[in-house]
């Protein structure tokens, strides 16, 4: 069954931890990314990478970090220097680099007690 | 940069009616894609419809269809025969075609209810 599996759906932290968001792809997508939404706004980009072994930085990347060491995977670490991490997190996929279009994760909840 | 602007937070609309969302975009470049994105309350994120800038003909698929005016930079989403299974936040997004990565840009969204 192919697709994009976040994990997992809902996710509490204590203040001070850190904690990896797991997501993975069996589509042979080359492109990954994650987003995080909050209420009444859109999505933003945390990071993203296009090959494996290779990242960038987005525009809201302070108090996170990921790794791509396989082509499959693309976990996420809030870490405990990200101020307000409570938020739904998205991850996303793109085929390559001359293909348009995103698909979507089920996305991970996290709230911080 | 290129932003986004959804003025419509919450919209409403008669089972079997349409609707139009409204979608607006700022962006110095002339090659770029559109799209729209359909959230449920499952949180899913749904492609609905793209559109390639360089293309004139505007883009439909089923009851959804797109109003493109380039030169207005609007890109309003039409869902004709509207359904409970509609009811979603939808989302307009950007990015531009030459760059390889970070520029897939959202609007805030639109909330639409779909009233039986």
């Known amino acids: 069954d192919g697709g994009i599996t976040q994990s997992p759906k809902y996710l509490f932290r204590k203040e001070g931890q850190n904690v990896t968001l797991s997501c993975e792809q069996n589509l042979n997508h080359d492109a990954m990314y994650w987003y995080r939404q909050d209420p009444g706004q859109g999505l933003r980009l945390i990071y993203y990478?296009?090959?494996?072994?290779?990242?960038q930085k987005g525009d809201i990347a302070e108090g996170y970090s990921v790794s791509r060491e396989k082509k499959e995977s693309f976990p996420l670490t809030v870490t405990s220097a990200q101020k307000n991490p409570t938020a739904f997190y998205l991850c996303a996929t793109r085929q390559g680099a001359r293909t348009d279009t995103q698909y979507f994760g089920p996305g991970t909840r996290l709230t911080v007690l | 940069a290129q932003t986004v602007t959804q003025s419509q937070p919450e919209m409403s609309v008669q089972e079997a009616e349409t609707v139009t969302l409204s979608c607006t975009y700022d962006t110095s470049e002339s090659d770029y894609y559109l799209f729209w994105y359909k959230q449920p309350p499952s949180r899913q994120m749904i492609l609905v419809i793209r559109?390639?800038?360089?293309?004139?003909q505007n883009a439909t698929e089923n009851r959804f269809s797109v109003n493109f005016q380039k030169a207005a930079k609007s890109f309003s989403l039409k869902i004709s025969d509207s359904q409970l299974g509609d009811a979603a936040m939808y989302f307009c997004a950007y990015r531009s075609r030459g760059n390889y990565g970070q520029n897939f840009v959202f609007g805030p969204g639109t909330r639409l209810s779909v009233l039986p």
């Open positions: 990478s296009q090959i494996v072994n290779d990242f």
């Open positions: 559109q390639e800038a360089y293309k004139q």
